[in-house]
């Protein structure tokens, strides 16, 4: 697809690895609302690129709602979502303190699981209702972010590892729905990448990190991601699937 002059939507794209990809949409010509919890962060990134930058908490569907319909009043239907919004608190199940708050797991699957649905539905909705494009018929891309963790979850990703299986297991039943509609549905599930959190950990910490990807022994980039996500728009080819950005890496 060709997303020259068309509607896109980022969540979590106030910083990292969704601030990336709204600026390579952008680039590309695609007319971007940058969604994020974070007003702030989400205006400051869609002046930079000419978008739209809205507040919205991807876990609740009165706001999720609301964004949706101003980025279409602004852009007309979003033809790409990209689901980056997400949270990575680490927690034991069972801590020193005694068993974890079923509020905090609860939280972690609000906002990357269910937020990531709640989003998918609406652009969904969104890209059936709107007419297709070229030669496939195509009418829209979703991609959402799971992580390595999904399969290969460390001690304390108890709730980051369900919350990103599940965005990995809603996956394929959505591509099997959306596709005689033309909606293609893809995840991404990403290594170790250098975004503000990992980059905030002391030096030592992160040099080991690095040295436990095979090839290349760093961290993922940011722009990286986005140059898949665009990669993933443009090749109609790809769909119901999910792509690790790792460097081959398989987490201890």
């Not at 609301?66 to 852009?75: D, I, P, Q």
């Not at 297709?132 to 991609?143: A, K, N, Q, T």
């Not at 760093?218 to 109609?236: K, M, Q, S, T, W």
């Amino acid at each position: 697809m060709d997303v020259h002059g068309h509607g896109a939507i980022v969540t979590g794209g106030g910083s990292g690895l969704g601030a990336e990809t709204a600026r390579h949409l952008a680039r590309a010509g695609a007319r971007v609302c940058v969604l994020d919890v974070n007003e702030a962060a989400a205006r400051a990134v869609a002046e930079e690129i000419g978008g739209l930058g809205l507040a919205c908490d991807v876990s609740s569907a009165a706001a999720a709602e609301e964004a949706v319909a101003r980025a279409r009043t602004a852009h007309g239907p979003a033809r790409v979502l990209v689901n980056c919004a997400g949270i990575a608190p680490a927690k034991r199940i069972v801590g020193r303190s005694g068993p974890m708050p079923l509020v905090d797991f609860e939280q972690v699957i609000r906002v990357n699981l269910i937020g990531s649905f709640n989003l998918m539905r609406l652009a969904a909705a969104d890209m059936i209702a709107a007419e297709p494009l070229g030669e496939d018929g195509e009418r829209g891309v979703i991609i959402s972010t799971a992580s390595v963790a999904a399969s290969e979850g460390q001690i304390g990703q108890a709730a980051y590892a369900a919350s990103k299986a599940g965005v990995i297991g809603l996956m394929l039943p959505a591509a099997r729905e959306f596709a005689r509609f033309g909606v293609r549905v893809m995840t991404i599930a990403p290594g170790l990448i250098a975004t503000p959190l990992l980059l905030g950990m002391a030096q030592e910490v992160q040099d080991n990190l690095a040295g436990q990807v095979p090839f290349p022994k760093r961290f993922g980039r940011p722009d990286e991601y986005a140059r898949l996500v665009l990669h993933i728009v443009e090749n109609a080819m790809l769909n119901g699937d999910v792509i690790r950005l790792d460097g081959a890496m398989r987490m201890q």
